[in-house]
């Protein structure tokens, strides 16, 4: 117990480093294939939909594409969670990488509807769900693996590196998008040059599979295997007959978090050149920035998770987030000269979702953990982060400045939800919520 002890306070190692390194531009790169599809939905939605069709109406349909992907992560998630419990972390990374390269390389391929018609849409909404079935597996995959590697006393600035990796996806993505725009006119886009990022972003994702034959299968794991310790029935079965506590804070946790990315990063680019007429290479340069912040943000909140826990971080960031949200919203709808230093500030309070996966790793015991975490996660991640373009859109109709309503009840859903944790831990009850990582 003492040497256990021991193991979890010490410091991390080159090893952990390479781990984390490893694991999270791995990360990046397949997250980069997800979700650059949002950088170019108007491009897209002109493309494979009607050309009689009304805007709103066409970007409704787009968005609602993007949100299929969300529906399908749990599903994906599940079945590659089960294995993950059961055959081992290591191999879904692999399988994860390969489902997702594949859809888009042929993304990048696709005959518009001028070309083939009806069947456009659809081949694209096919492709977005097998994109979501892999990042349903990829995100908590690697949550819990470098989780299981890191030391106990670094276990929230371990998750917030891989949700920092994420972050640089997303990044590149954006810098990708913002290349393309300037380097290329709007007819060129249209004709033939948004096929390039979802092309290179297949070369990604045989990079990022290539980098994953480096890691090794996580200590706990390998513990569970030799003391034949693993699940013994369906993992997920175990799930919700035992842990729905963990699962319910869990998927609260998850709504926040999949909210505050989903409008704060991935939509608001759209949204500044629809709403308020900022071009496009503005947006996404300003873009580019929040996300660098939010990178910064995301380690941030890790490491304070670990030094005063997570309710007070929820509280502390998710108050943050209201603050710069409402700030950057309402200062845009006048005055957009003030875009570049607002999103940055908005950007890094965006981070706050930097402390959430160490709710979720800890809400499980080891043998059910890739299951627990991957369904609250998937699941809420799909109804959050798949109805909110759809809402948004059609609030949008109606209020200008529906983002930020939007942004601000989900912090005070963050408020709410980290006094809980904060509760839970003042009230000494980590048995309703809180296992070691082993």
Request: charged share 10%; proline share 5%.
């Amino acid at each position: 117990m003492e040497q256990d002890q021991r193991i979890g306070q010490r410091p991390l190692n080159r090893q952990d480093c390479k781990t984390l390194a490893l694991a999270s531009l791995g990360g990046a790169l397949e997250f980069y294939d997800f979700i650059i599809f949002v950088f170019f939905t108007v491009v897209l939605g002109k493309l494979f939909f009607p050309p009689d069709m009304p805007e709103w109406l066409r970007q409704l349909q787009t968005f609602g594409i993007f949100a299929a992907g969300y529906l399908a992560r749990p599903l994906g998630g599940i079945v590659m969670a089960h294995f993950g419990d059961l055959l081992g972390r290591k191999r879904m990374f692999t399988l994860s990488i390969v489902m997702m390269a594949l859809p888009t390389l042929a993304m990048g391929a696709l005959p518009t509807y001028a070309a083939i018609g009806v069947w456009a849409p659809l081949a694209l909404l096919l492709l977005r769900v097998l994109q979501g079935a892999a990042i349903g597996g990829e995100v908590p995959g690697a949550w819990v693996f470098v989780a299981e590697h890191a030391p106990r006393r670094h276990t929230g600035f371990a998750c917030s590196v891989i949700t920092a990796g994420l972050t640089v996806g997303i990044l590149l993505g954006s810098l990708i998008a913002t290349a393309i725009n300037v380097a290329f006119t709007p007819q060129q886009i249209a004709d033939w040059a948004w096929r390039l990022p979802f092309l290179i972003g297949g070369v990604f994702g045989l990079v990022a599979m290539q980098l994953r034959q480096w890691l090794h299968e996580t200590p706990v794991f390998a513990e569970l295997q030799a003391r034949k310790a693993l699940a013994e029935e369906l993992p997920l079965k175990t799930v919700l007959k035992r842990h729905k506590h963990g699962v319910v804070v869990s998927m609260f946790v998850t709504w926040f978090l999949a909210i505050a990315i989903v409008v704060a990063i991935l939509m608001t680019p759209a949204y500044l050149q629809k709403a308020f007429n900022v071009l496009p290479v503005d947006s996404l340069r300003a873009n580019s920035l929040a996300i660098v912040a939010l990178t910064l943000g995301c380690m941030v909140a890790g490491a304070l998770g670990d030094r005063i826990g997570s309710g007070l971080t929820l509280i502390g960031g998710s108050l943050l987030l209201g603050l710069s949200c409402y700030a950057f919203y309402y200062t845009m709808a006048s005055d957009t000269s003030q875009l570049y230093p607002l999103y940055t500030m908005m950007g890094f309070a965006v981070g706050i979702v930097g402390a959430a996966p160490l709710v979720m790793v800890r809400a499980f015991p080891a043998a059910i953990r890739f299951s627990g975490l991957s369904f609250s996660y998937n699941v809420a991640y799909a109804f959050a982060g798949g109805l909110s373009p759809v809402i948004l859109s059609l609030w949008m109709k109606y209020d200008p400045l529906a983002p930020a309503h939007y942004l601000l009840l989900q912090c005070a859903l963050g408020v709410t939800v980290g006094a809980y944790l904060f509760w839970l831990q003042r009230g000494n009850k980590p048995e309703r919520l809180s296992y070691s990582i082993s």
